[in-house]
């Protein structure tokens, strides 16, 4: 079984609708992270979470929100889904202790926004 | 503006040969490279990193080089394999304005390996 899960693996929407993408890890690690990839963009952090008492935004949070719901689980919402918000979605994690701690992925989440 | 730039966008090397992947920052208060590998339908997987008070670090065929003066690291394969054909990420680390370090993500190469 994957550590870091994401559900679903692809979503096809239309605009306007809410959505929920969600990550839940067994690495045992409290740092978990949103990103999103763009053709051509790389990687891009939406959110971040170094406990379940503590989020963050991240470079482009407008139009997301996350909760963090437990150690274990993190997710993300589109309360109004726009189709520039077409991309592919990632959750990550890493263990405390320090800057190196190296992040590790779910396999993403295709979303596409009609 | 982009911090971290890989320029090629793709790389083809003959199986057996040296794969060279380049990349380049431009905010002088990363302290931490990192090099992810990622294939199609997956998430990206870490490879290899490298400290800033480091100039090489080395991990069986991989090896990243960190030129500070000239803001430049490179992930060099030896040999390359058609297996490593994947895109590869190089991100940095910096301490964030809320105080916690955060990664910045160059936009990948995608390195093709022919048998």
């Known amino acids: 079984d994957a550590d870091v899960t994401q559900t679903p693996r692809n979503r096809i929407t239309k605009t306007g609708k809410r959505i929920m993408l969600e990550c839940s890890q067994t690495?045992?690690?409290?740092?978990m992270y949103w990103y999103r990839q763009d053709p051509g963009l790389g990687l891009r952090l939406i959110y971040y979470s170094f406990d379940v008492k503590d989020i963050n935004k991240g470079e482009i949070s407008d139009g997301y929100s996350v909760s963090r719901q437990a150690q274990a689980k993190f997710s993300l919402s589109l309360e109004s889904a726009i189709p520039n918000q077409t991309a592919l979605y990632f959750c990550a994690t890493s263990d405390s202790g320090g800057p190196y701690q190296p992040q590790h992925f779910g396999d993403g989440t295709r979303l596409s926004i009609l | 503006d982009q911090q971290v730039k890989q320029n090629s966008p793709s790389l083809s090397v003959q199986e057996g040969r040296i794969s060279i992947l380049n990349c380049d920052y431009t905010?002088?208060?990363?302290?931490?490279f990192l090099w992810y590998k990622k294939y199609p339908a997956e998430g990206p997987t870490f490879l290899i990193s490298i400290s800033s008070i480091k100039d090489k670090n080395e991990d069986g065929r991989f090896t990243v080089f960190l030129n500070k003066s000239a803001k430049h690291l490179s992930l060099h394969i030896v040999p390359s394999q058609p297996g490593d054909s994947a895109v590869y990420f190089c991100?940095?680390?910096?301490?964030?304005?809320?105080?916690?370090?955060?990664?910045?993500f160059g936009k990948g190469t995608k390195l093709s390996v022919i048998p």
């Open positions: 690495k045992g690690h409290d740092r």
């Open positions: 905010n002088s208060m990363f302290d931490y």
């Open positions: 991100a940095a680390s910096a301490l964030s304005g809320a105080g916690s370090y955060q990664l910045t």
